[in-house]
């Protein structure tokens, strides 16, 4: 493989580091305004095609800079519309000569679905996931490195070329889920840049509300981006009591359910926010009997809190099996005729395994880092 570029990739840049990378080549300010408008209004990352910009600039810009996106291994289209990308990170830390096998320990899956009038893209923050929760076909696979903020980024750009994006035409992209492979705010410090230039309005100007940030319950990180960003915050919760919790999502055990629940009310508190999303995957007998639904009325009854149940996705080798239509209509109802609203995701892309809980990018070999039943310290960036 060869050594990585040396040049700046401008999808890493928030609006604030692109100014300053502008000034460092003694250009003035506006020049990053015009490569904001062509990177993310137009989509266009041949500095040729960017007219407006003097032509010593445009090729000042070819020697130190470049627009550099993960390459596409993989396309798979579902029966019901999702569509699922096999991306490979090398293209980002140098290239692989032509016709060299996929290194597994650099790749991620990201997903399309698209419904009537909404189109969202679920996208990757980490090579794997230490987090270890039993449930999770990516947790099982270990963890490798943090994406940096052109690979967390660079996903998006992609999938708007992909999906046929058209300068001033309708938005396919409407909103960003961060809920594919890893942990986002274990990559605290490159999650964060990441949304800020999704929301920017000479970005991908999407709505704050439309981009929604998922943890499974780093407490301190979740008290820090109150501070720091105003995303949509979604919570893998899981269980209505530690017990439980700790078995299914291992971080548990070092942030039990209220001082998790505490950071949520104060993140809506700080952010104005509407209401948290709480994920919750149905398993069969496990966590989806009637007393465990009492028990979440009890956690979240009067607080705004939305809960969204999750039918469980099956993957190799798994112990657990998803709850019955049956069961998971009946949790439903005891949960909103208790005043906690409740849905029930329809499960989409389940025949590419592109279904929630299924993306493991086939990473197979990588680096087995695991958060396990001792609780290893998690290095988190912030």
Partial sequence: MNAASPKTNLLGLTRPELEAFIAQMGEKPFRARQLLKWLYKRAESDFDQMTDLAKSFRERLKEVAEVRTPEIRMTQVSADGTRKWLLSMESLRGKAKEGDPIDASQAIEMVFIPEPGRGTLCISSQLGCAMDCTFCSTAQQGFNRNLSVAEIVGQVWLANKELGYEPGGNRVVTNIVFMGMGEPLANYRNVVPATEILMDDL????????????????????????EETNCALAVSLHAPNDELRDELVPINRKHKIAELLDACWQY??????RSITFEYVMLDGVNDKPEHAFELVRLLQGRPAKVNLIPFNPFPGTQYKRSTPAAIERFRDICNSHGVIATTRRTRGDDIDAACGQLVGRVRDRTTVRLGSKLISVAVQT
Avoid: E, Y
């Fill in 203 to 226: 970005g991908f100007d999407i709505s704050r509300r439309r981009v929604t940030v998922s943890t499974s319950g780093l407490v301190p990180q979740m008290l820090k981006l109150a």
């Fill in 268 to 273: 809506v508190n700080k952010q104005n926010a």
